[in-house]
């Protein structure tokens, strides 16, 4: 089967378009931006960036300088943008051995399901997690814990869940309150079972930070991300 060239040699004129092996005589047909063809003109060394592999889309993948040099985790510049303030934080605080790696916020509901998962995971491998079921009073309000667990925490994960999500309704959590942990570049979201958009409609400054979700992952692949974001 006859490849096209356009990602090679482009098809910047009708006339190269026909030469095409593939697309001759469907020149015709390419819709022309400013007297080019659709098709990008690239360098004779172009590459095609690498998916990531989660979900198709197009998304590409980028390695940020703290994942080891042999690990499979697979981020989005997105993620890497996001991440990298919160690991310099994780860097500045590696000498203070005295706190915990991980403080895990996350709804009552998910005690012991999605948050339970999260916890064992990234446990498993080492890392060690301020978790409701073993450090937080019952009882004791989400925002305050949350300031409590991110003092004695290199970095807070926020479990974004749908049963999160009603738990933020009902507690009528201000953005600005948010907004102050939020500023320490400590938090990261981990979006499981919903969206940001429905994140969005709660607590449009949280949702403003991106994270990571398990959308288009496992869990166990966020659990990586996170094991890889603390180790220092």
């Not at 997105?78 to 303030?85: D, F, G, I, K, S």
């Not at 974004?160 to 009603?166: E, G, K, R, S, W």
Request: aromatic share 6%; charged share 25%.
């Amino acid at each position: 089967m006859a490849r096209c060239t356009a990602p090679v040699r482009g098809h910047r004129s009708a006339a190269a378009a026909a030469a095409c092996p593939a697309c001759g005589g469907r020149s015709r047909g390419y819709r022309s931006y400013g007297g080019s063809s659709s098709y990008p003109s690239y360098p004779s060394s172009y590459t095609p960036s690498v998916s990531s592999g989660r979900g198709g889309g197009g998304r590409g993948s980028s390695k940020p300088r703290w994942s080891p040099a042999g690990s499979s985790a697979m981020y989005t510049p997105t993620e890497v943008r996001a991440l990298t303030p919160v690991r310099e934080n994780v860097e500045r605080r590696a000498s203070q051995t005295e706190l915990r790696d991980v403080f895990l916020c996350h709804a009552w509901d998910d005690r012991k399901g999605a948050a339970k998962e999260l916890h064992d995971l990234l446990e498993t491998q080492g890392v060690s997690v301020w978790f409701s079921e073993k450090d937080v009073p019952l009882g004791s309000a989400l925002l305050r814990e949350i300031d409590r667990g991110l003092a004695k925490s290199r970095i807070g994960i926020v479990l974004v869940t749908p049963a999160f999500l009603d738990r933020l309704n009902a507690e009528g959590i201000a953005d600005k309150e948010l907004s102050v942990l939020l500023a320490r570049e400590l938090l990261v979201p981990v979006v499981h079972d919903t969206t940001y958009e429905a994140l969005r409609n709660v607590s449009p400054m949280l949702a403003s930070r991106s994270g990571l979700s398990t959308a288009e992952e496992l869990m166990l692949d966020v659990a990586t991300k996170l094991v890889e974001l603390v180790n220092v």
